[in-house]
């Protein structure tokens, strides 16, 4: 089974950075993308940013451009995100996810890890 371990999170005050971590283990074989979501209570899943793991391409949510930043270290075997700039709506459960068969679209992520809290205060 693939595994997914988030960490990094924490609590910062609004203007500060964080840096999340996401280590993969299990894989018989390259994911075609990693992403990241999160999820803030009473609120649905949202992603946030993605990267596809060959080319290196990225995708950010409109909300999170310019001020996060993801990641990957294929020595390490772990992808990053790197955010910066943090505001309090970016108060969320962090979850890493991997995607095999398909696209850095959210219906496409096979496996996820269990989320890290990040909050953020004013």
């Known amino acids: 089974q693939v595994q997914l371990v988030e960490s990094g999170g924490g609590s910062v005050q609004a203007g500060g950075s964080l840096t999340l971590s996401c280590a993969a283990s299990?894989?018989?074989?390259?994911?075609?993308?990693m992403g990241w979501f999160r999820q803030a209570p009473g609120k649905e899943r949202e992603g946030v940013a993605g990267?596809?793991?060959?080319?290196?391409?990225?995708y950010y949510a409109d909300s999170v451009k310019g001020r996060f930043t993801i990641s990957q270290d294929n020595a390490k075997n772990t992808v990053y995100l790197q955010m910066n700039s943090l505001k309090p709506e970016d108060t969320a459960m962090y979850y890493c996810?991997?995607?095999?068969?398909?696209?850095?679209?959210?219906?496409?992520?096979?496996?996820w890890g269990q989320g890290t809290q990040v909050t953020v205060s004013s």
């Open positions: 299990g894989y018989t074989y390259s994911s075609n993308c």
């Open positions: 990267i596809y793991t060959v080319a290196g391409r990225t």
């Open positions: 996810a991997a995607s095999y068969g398909g696209t850095c679209r959210q219906a496409d992520f096979d496996y």
